[in-house]
Every structure is written in C-alpha cells, then in structure tokens.
C-alpha cells in the first residue's frame, strides 16, 4: 500500500508532525512555512525530507498527496486551503477553518468539484470520555436530550494574539470545542444561536483579544444548550491546560465530564451509574483521514456534521443567527 504522502505548512496550530513521525500509512515528504528545526529529530533527518521554502513549490510537487494547514494566519487560511485544492492535494486545515461563511462554502465546493477531500482538525469530542458520552446519549440511555452545557478555558499569556486574524479569535478557535461537544455528542445541531464577547481583563486596551465568550443555543429537537468560552483557566494551580466540562441532561437522566475529565458520572432516573468506563480508545482524527484515503474506512459522522460548528462560530461571530428575543 502506498504510503499518503505529507506536506505540512505553517506552524500555528497544532500542527501533525507526531502523527505522521512513525507512521507506516503517511510519510512527511516536507515542509513550508517554518523551519524543519521544529520537528523531531527523527522527522529532521528522514530521507528526502523537503525545505519547499512556499506553499507554491509544496503545491507544484506532483507526488505530494496532502497538505497539513496551519497557516500563519488564520485569516488567510481559507485562501490557502483553496489553492491547495485547486492544485490537486487533499487538505487536513487547523480550527477555525474558515472566519466567514463564504469562503467555508467555496473551500467545500472547490473540494468537490477538484475531486479531493477536505477536513478540519475536528476531533475533539471523539477523545475519551466524550466519545462513550456520545455513545450513550445517541443510544437513548439518558432518554430525550433537553438542555446541555459545555465550557472550554484556557490559560491567558501574554503573547495571545490580539489581532483575531492572526488565531481566529476566543469564539472561533477556542469556542468551537466547546460547541462540537455539544453538537458531535448529542447528534444535535444548533438551529439558532447568539453570542456574547468581552475584552474585560485584557491588559491591552487595544487589543482584540476576548477574556471570555459565551453562546445560547437552540438544538434541532428543540432543546437548549449554552457554552462558554474564556482565557482564565489557571492552569498551573489547576494542574491541566484546558479546563473543560460538559453536561447532557435528558428526560432520562444525565451524563456528565468535569474538571478535565477529573470527575465522569451517569445518572439515571432509577440508579447513579459511577464513572463511565469506556471500552473504546479515542478516535484519532488524522487516522481517520487516512482511513478514508486509503479506503480502510472514514469518519464517523458525515463532512456537513463535522463542519456544522465551524458554521454555528461563524454565525455566531457575524450574528446572523440570532435566537428569538
């Protein structure tokens, strides 16, 4: 079997780099956009590892098979994306994909009509114990879904960008965890959705850069969810970077992860179930990729399922998708 053969461009974001090191299905063939210096020692020195210099002479390389995007910046990465697609090269993208939905929308019409395969780094709530979570809510053990809630923090530094172009911005690259959560474990979309923003507690007083954000939500069944989104975790007397929680309450019960997936528990309306103990390993995104590519399987849920928070962010953001007053 053919090895996929990688390219990985720009370094802001949670580039690939250990998935591909070791990796008998993908080979990192080069990279642009950073220094190879930043890779490990082993990636470093593989034969005919690649200095391509440009995202151009990546593309103009006929043998490379997909490109890894973490653009310099975001609000250039959907231009990107669509270059490397109209070139012919699958493309693998960091969140947010895209910052506004027309270009998300030329980004997938640009993949189909290449005849190529785009995905985001999307996998967040399939990491255990989301993924058991989901199981168990989309099996109907805690009954009908009615209201969740989702948190995603972080740390603030000083270096956090305050321009949103150059990282997407507190609701979109950091908000769309907290609403994949949501939408990926329960199976449920967000129909309609306000947001809120605010700077209170970034020292610089021009900066972009949002100390927290919060979404409402309507799901599809009509039920109600909310996320919040901030830079407050304290994470070094916290003892985690991320800070997460999510909350599923159905007419059944409810299943919950807290404190960083500290605390797990399900209850049901006739007995308090414990911990959850998944029997599965998480699903690894960029595996998953490869499946489809090398026709050993996919994704579990479908293209239009797995973009539909980058797509809630955006409106959100944008306010075009208002809930009733």
């Known amino acids: 079997m053919k090895s996929i053969q990688v390219g990985l461009y720009g370094a ?51 043998g490379l098979d997909l490109v890894s995007l973490c653009s310099p910046r975001r609000d250039g990465q959907a231009r990107d994306a669509i270059r490397c697609l109209e070139a012919g090269k699958h493309v693998y ?25 785009f995905h985001e780094m999307a996998g967040s709530a399939f990491d255990q114990p989301y993924r058991e979570m989901g199981r168990l809510v989309r099996s109907g053990a805690i009954g009908t879904v009615v209201q969740v809630w989702a948190q995603k923090s972080y740390p603030w530094y000083p270096t956090r960008p305050q321009d949103e172009g150059l990282d997407g911005g507190l609701l979109m690259q950091v908000g769309v965890h907290a609403v994949r959560f949501i939408e990926h474990v329960t199976g449920l979309q967000a129909v309609e959705v306000s947001a809120r923003e605010t700077r209170l507690g970034n ?15 309507r799901l599809s069944n009509g039920g109600l969810a909310s996320a919040i989104a901030n830079y407050l ?12 929680h999510l909350r599923v309450f159905g007419t059944g019960g ?8 500290a605390r797990t528990r399900l ?35 479908p293209l239009e399922e797995e973009l539909h928070p980058a797509r809630v962010v955006i409106r959100a953001k944008a306010g075009v998708m208002k809930a009733d007053p």
């Not at 960091?94 to 998300?104: G, I, V």
């Not at 975790?233 to 003892?239: I, K």
């Not at 049901?268 to 090398?294: I, K, Q, V």
Request: proline share 5%.
């Open 93 to 117: 993208a960091e969140k947010p994909c895209a910052l506004n939905e027309a270009d998300l929308d030329a980004i997938l019409a640009t993949a189909a009509r290449r005849g190529v395969k």
């Open 203 to 217: 020292p610089v007083s021009t900066g972009e850069c949002r100390r927290a954000a919060q979404l409402t939500m």
């Open 254 to 261: 409810f299943v919950e992860s807290t404190d960083a997936h």
């Open 267 to 301: 209850v049901l309306n006739e007995r308090d179930c414990g911990a959850l103990a998944p029997a599965e390993p998480s699903l690894d995104w960029f595996e998953c990729f490869l499946d489809e590519l090398t026709g050993a399987g996919g994704f579990p849920i």
């Open 233 to 244: 975790n304290p994470h070094e007397s916290f003892g985690s970077w991320g800070n997460e």
């Open 12 to 62: 802001n974001g949670h580039q690939v780099w250990r998935n591909v090191e070791g990796n008998a299905r993908a080979v990192c063939r080069g990279v642009a956009g950073f220094s190879r210096e930043r890779l490990s020692p082993a990636l470093q020195k593989a034969d005919g590892l690649r200095d391509y210099g440009t995202l151009e002479a990546m593309l103009a390389d006929p």
